[in-house]
Nanobody, 128 residues
């Protein structure tokens, strides 16, 4: 079982940008796709973005579409999430994980992590 390690969280000023990274505990990522989810205090975990490791096809939740870019390096050793114009609703613990499936319905993109295996996550705090 390759573990995924998140990093890059911290205190972000509202309106600023952030960049989160996800690296595998082994040398490279395995599997077809990886994604980011986040969980704010008192709320359920929600999908943020995902990327196919082979085709680089991307998916974004409506709440971050246009503000987020998910990408991976060519060596498949790091997956990153860049977010601009961060707001209070973006605060929470961000997790990267394997993607089980993605779907686009009515223009809404969403991906699932059916195995529900999560790492430690990285905390993003937004100050106003």
């Amino acid at each position: 079982q390759v573990e995924l390690v998140e990093s890059g969280g911290g205190l972000v000023q509202a309106g600023d940008s952030l960049r989160l990274s996800c690296t595998p505990s082994g040398n490279t990522f395995s599997g077809q796709a990886k994604g980011w989810w986040r969980q704010a205090p008192g709320k359920e975990r929600e999908f943020v973005a995902a990327i196919s490791l082979t085709t680089r096809t991307t998916y974004y939740a409506d709440s971050v579409k246009g503000r987020c870019t998910i990408f991976r390096d060519n060596a498949k050793t790091t997956m990153s999430l860049r977010m601009t114009n961060v707001g209070p609703d973006d605060a929470g613990v961000y997790y990267c994980a394997d993607v089980s499936s993605c779907a686009v319905k009515g223009g809404i993109e969403t991906c699932n992590n059916d195995r529900e295996i999560w790492g430690q996550g990285t905390l993003v705090t937004v100050s106003s």
